[in-house]
């Protein structure tokens, strides 16, 4: 075993004295041909097979890369449409807000501003809920408006929230003058005909396209804008002559609306 070893080691070393000595004379180029030819292409082949794997990984990696971009950009857009959405919801309250001071300013009341929350499930639209009740101080009998107009009185109180009872029903009653003729009568509600100006005596003047306002009842304040005379009916012969008002709010939209408490001192 000693001698098989001593043997190999001697038969490398004579192998490694004539490849020195090969190359020394300069007659080494078949080897460095069969060389080139045989294991530079296998060389090249494999530089290329690792350089195509490195880019199949990279190529993999940016499109990871590039589906955790479109992620975040969704989220980031999202959240912009949040924003111009809330932003676009405060503009439209305050839109509300500086009409109703517009129409406030020459009555002094003063206002509890209240968001609907739900409406009575039927085609006439009767009631509404509004988010404030006894805790802020709201009383029944107290008039409702929005955008200076009223809409309704409160009915019903609890404690963070009141039924509004909406002056299209045609139980709701409320007395009311014509602003230029100064005609006394009472308002009624009418299911999709507007509102009805009645018992105005004969001997009053109601005239097509005057305002109808509250004349000052219970908890309602004077002059609150109620609607607008579209045409009267008068006979002869009867005791009373009536008149069909245009309401001037969209009872059936209603977002925002203010509680009258009182008037400002």
């Known amino acids: 075993m000693k001698n098989r070893s001593i043997l190999l080691v001697g038969i490398a070393a004579a192998i490694a004295v004539i ?4 190359n020394a004379a300069g007659i080494g180029w078949p080897f460095r041909l069969v060389h080139d030819q045989l294991f530079n292409p296998v060389g090249a082949r494999l530089v290329s097979l690792r350089n195509t ?3 199949e990984f990279s190529f993999l990696g940016s499109i990871s890369r590039l589906g955790e971009d479109n992620k975040n950009l969704q989220s980031e857009v999202l959240d912009l449409r949040n924003q111009l959405s809330a932003l676009k919801e405060v503009g439209h309250e305050n839109e509300l807000l500086r009409a109703q001071l517009n129409f406030n300013s020459r009555l002094n009341l003063q206002l509890l501003p ?5 409406t009575e499930p039927d085609d006439s639209r009767r009631f509404i809920t509004i ?3 006894s805790s802020s101080g709201v ?3 107290q008039a409702v408006i929005s955008s200076g107009v009223l809409v309704g009185t409160i009915y019903q109180v609890n404690d963070y929230s009141s039924k509004v009872f909406l002056v299209s029903d045609p139980d709701f009653r409320i007395r ?3 602003q230029d003729g100064r005609a006394q009568g009472i308002v009624r509600g009418q299911i999709g005909q507007g509102y009805s100006f009645e018992d105005v005596a004969q001997g009053e003047v109601v005239t097509q396209g005057e305002q109808i306002v509250s004349a000052g009842s219970g908890l309602v304040p004077q002059g609150i804008l109620i609607g607008q005379v579209e045409g009267v009916t008068k006979a002869d012969n009867a005791v009373f002559q009536s ?3 245009k309401p001037l709010v969209n009872l059936n939209t209603l977002e925002l609306v203010f509680v009258v408490t009182g008037l400002k001192q």
């Open 19 to 22: 490849i020195i000595v090969i």
């Open 114 to 118: 209240s968001r609907v929350v739900s």
């Open 53 to 55: 794997i490195t880019g």
């Open 131 to 133: 988010d404030r009740g």
């Open 176 to 178: 009311a003058i014509g």
């Open 243 to 245: 008149a069909s008002l």
């Open 139 to 141: 009383q029944v009998g």
